[in-house]
């Protein structure tokens, strides 16, 4: 089993930057892909970015492509997503999530995830 915690959600300004973090525990930790969700207010839960279990290969929203860079830590079990250049329409509660595979696309659906956290609440003002 694994448990997810996220943190460093706030409220920032547009334009500006802010880095969430998610701790994980569990031995197995480096052998899990894991990827971060956000959802909005009466919207779907939407699919931002995937990073594979050692690290060597990451996959990203066309929404967020060039703005948020996911990464992880094995050693600090630990995965972040640093994200820049902010806009309002980012707002929402951002999800890590755990997918016990080793193997296949890192193009995620909710689905596809067997862990998640409880989320933290992202605000970008204007």
């Known amino acids: 089993q694994v448990q997810l915690v996220e943190s460093g959600g706030g409220l920032v300004q547009a334009g500006g930057s802010l880095r969430l973090s998610c701790a994980a525990s569990?031995?197995?930790?480096?052998?899990?892909?894991m990827g971060w969700f956000r959802q909005a207010p009466g919207k779907e839960r939407e699919f931002l970015a995937a990073?594979?279990?050692?690290?060597?290969?990451?996959y990203y929203a066309d929404s967020v492509k060039g703005r948020f860079t996911i990464s992880r830590d094995n050693a600090k079990n630990t995965v972040y997503l640093q994200m820049n250049s902010l806009k309002p329409e980012d707002t929402a509660v951002y999800y890590c999530?755990?997918?016990?595979?080793?193997?296949?696309?890192?193009?995620?659906?909710?689905?596809?995830?067997?862990?998640w956290g409880k989320g933290t609440l992202v605000t970008v003002s204007a």
């Open positions: 569990g031995r197995t930790f480096s052998n899990y892909r």
């Open positions: 999530a755990a997918d016990r595979r080793t193997y296949g696309s890192l193009n995620y659906h909710t689905r596809d995830m067997d862990y």
């Open positions: 990073i594979t279990g050692s690290g060597g290969n990451t």
